[in-house]
């Protein structure tokens, strides 16, 4: 039954990897929505 367990493994670091992937892209357009707020706010 050990042999099974990679494969389980795998699939969770795939979820981990797209939610990863999901962070990111959220984080970036925060900081891009930030950066465009400074960006306002000194004109």
């Given at each position: 039954s050990l042999y099974f367990?990679?494969?389980?493994?795998k699939t969770d670091l795939k979820q981990l990897?797209?939610?990863q992937?999901?962070?990111?892209?959220?984080?970036h357009s925060l900081q891009y929505?930030?950066?465009?707020?400074?960006?306002?706010l000194n004109l």
């Open positions: 367990r990679p494969q389980v493994k990897i797209m939610k992937k999901d962070l990111e892209e959220k984080l929505a930030f950066q465009h707020k400074l960006t306002s």
